[in-house]
Nanobody, 126 residues
Framework: QVSVAESGGGLVQTGGSLRLSCTIS????????MGWFRQAPGKDREGVAC????????TYHDSVEGRFTISRDNAKNMLYLQMDSLKPEDTAMYHC???????????????????WGQGTQVTVSS
């Protein structure tokens, strides 16, 4: 059974930084594409960042490009999201997700697919 758990959210001022962590178990970690999504109140869920299982293909939402960095540690079964220069519009519940099948592309990891964690709240004050 696949298990996903996020941590690292919190309250930060505009311009600050946070590092989200995600522990994923129940899969052969290095074979799976995974990423981060977020959902703000009253808004649709959106993809923030994705890293293919190969580790060499990464995609970012335009709004976080240059500010957020996704990374993974296959030895520790951990996925990370380093968030710098945070803005109030980054306020949301952030979810980690792992695709349902191995060796997939980021396009396969959508807001209605894969296995998700319960999320960690990020709040950026102005």
């Amino acid at each position: 059974q696949v298990s996903v758990a996020e941590s690292g959210g919190g309250l930060v001022q505009t311009g600050g930084s946070l590092r989200l962590s995600c522990t994923i178990s129940g899969v052969t970690f290095a074979d799976y594409t995974m990423g981060w999504f977020r959902q703000a109140p009253g808004k649709d869920r959106e993809g923030v960042a994705c890293m293919m299982w190969t580790g060499n293909t990464i995609t970012y939402h335009d709004s976080v490009e240059g500010r957020f960095t996704i990374s993974r540690d296959n030895a520790k079964n951990m996925l990370y999201l380093q968030m710098d220069s945070l803005k109030p519009e980054d306020t949301a519940m952030y979810h980690c997700a792992v695709d349902s099948f191995p060796h997939s592309y980021c396009s396969a990891l959508r807001s209605d697919s894969g296995t998700w964690g319960q999320g960690t709240q990020v709040t950026v004050s102005s």
